[in-house]
């Protein structure tokens, strides 16, 4: 059966921002196809039938196919602390997508967070 997995309510994603005000930055994400941990040499190693996602309006993007821009922020003061999972919902933020042909396992996935210094446009 194929399901939805979302992450508990204790996610911290922090950015501190000490570039200044109306300073803008981006945070964008991306992870790896979820491979299994037990075996011992790369050729054996099982991939997870299900990927990781980010949901935000509606909208799933799938964060093995490309990165998404998946918070944008406009400084306030000289020092921000910003918690970005602070404004992810029931049905927004980093979500798990399992297939039903997904075998039970120990898998890992390596997620790449990327902070941007651009305005938005």
Request: glycine letters at 4%; hydrophobic letters at 40%.
């Amino acid at each position: 059966m194929a399901m939805t997995l979302r992450p508990d309510a204790n996610w911290y994603v922090t950015v501190n921002d000490t570039k200044g005000k109306v300073d803008h930055w981006t945070l964008a994400v991306s992870a790896t196809p979820f491979i299994s941990k037990v075996k011992q040499y790369p050729a054996d190693k099982q991939r997870l039938s299900a990927y990781l996602a980010y949901q935000i309006n509606g909208n799933l993007l799938n964060l093995q196919q490309a990165s998404a821009d998946i918070y944008h922020h406009e400084a306030a003061s000289d020092w921000d602390v910003v918690n970005v999972a602070d404004s992810w919902g029931k049905d927004q933020g980093l979500l798990l997508k399992v297939q039903s042909d997904a075998l039970q396992g120990a898998y890992y996935s390596r997620i790449t967070w990327t902070l941007k210094d651009v305005p938005v446009v």
